[in-house]
T-cell receptor, first 115, second 114 residues
Framework: KAGVTQTPRYLIKTRGQQVTLSCSPI?????VSWYQQTPGQGLQFLFE???????NKGNFPGRFSGRQFSNSRSEMNVSTLELGDSALYLC??????????????FGPGTRLTVT | GQQVMQIPQYQHVQEGEDFTTYCNSS?????IQWYKQRPGGHPVFLIQ?????EVKKQKRLTFQFGEAKKNSSLHITATQTTDVGTYFC??????????????FGKGTKLSVIP
């Protein structure tokens, strides 16, 4: 089985712009979660989708949004980028309906740099 | 939301020495997962523990869940250079907004000196 794929792998944006990141889960997985990883804050939960519905949302401002499509692929969007949004954005898929109780398979991540 | 403390933050060991990282919570946990992230890589699932006092082994790795389900440890016997990376614990928890999410510890970065 192919693993979780994320595109693009690297991205450089300027403050005020918006960005869309994409994630394709492992075939058959309907749960997709997104995490932000920074040296200072570590791995932080952004949101979780299951069957096109957002099931859980982390403590991030409304500039961070996401969605999931009928084929389980997911996108996350960050609007009005700030310097502090520079991070590695990781997508993870799981076979269960509640991500926190099932093994998470992570993708390679998208490295976002905001200048 | 749930706070989980992971110690130590860094650990440098000589190849062949043992290594242990601990994860502690002030509240009872439903489950705990362990992940390993190699430098430049992404987290890879190692194991999930759900039962009080549970002990699981994977070759040189031993995982324990405390009797009170408030702490957990990962022990590596006779470290090798392939063990280098950051080890994270992650727990399922409800956030202040009622969202049930996976909360990660800050991780223990392991360096192995050959």
């Amino acid at each position: 089985k192919a693993g979780v794929t994320q595109t693009p792998r690297y991205l450089i944006k300027t403050r005020g712009q918006q960005v869309t990141l994409s994630c394709s889960p492992i075939s058959g997985h309907r749960s997709v979660s997104w995490y932000q990883q920074t040296p200072g804050q570590g791995l932080q939960f952004l949101f979780e989708y299951f069957s096109e519905t957002q099931r859980n949302k982390g403590n991030f401002p409304g500039r961070f949004s996401g969605r999931q499509f009928s084929n389980s692929r997911s996108e996350m969007n960050v609007s009005t980028l700030e310097l502090g949004d520079s991070a590695l954005y990781l997508c993870a898929s799981s076979s269960g309906w509640q991500a926190a109780t099932y093994e998470q398979y992570f993708g390679p991540g998208t490295r976002l740099t905001v200048t | 939301g749930q706070q989980v403390m992971q110690i130590p933050q860094y650990q440098h060991v000589q190849e062949g020495e043992d290594f242990t990282t601990y994860c502690n919570s002030s509240t009872t946990l439903s489950n705990i997962q362990w992940y390993k992230q190699r430098p430049g890589g992404h987290p890879v699932f190692l194991i999930q523990l759900v039962k009080s006092g549970e002990v699981k082994k994977q070759k040189r790795l031993t995982f324990q869940f405390g009797e009170a389900k408030k702490n957990s440890s990962l022990h590596i016997t006779a470290t090798q250079t392939t063990d280098v990376g950051t080890y994270f614990c992650a727990v399922g928890s409800y956030s202040g907004a009622g969202s049930y999410q996976l909360t990660f510890g800050k991780g223990t970065k392991l360096s192995v000196i050959p």
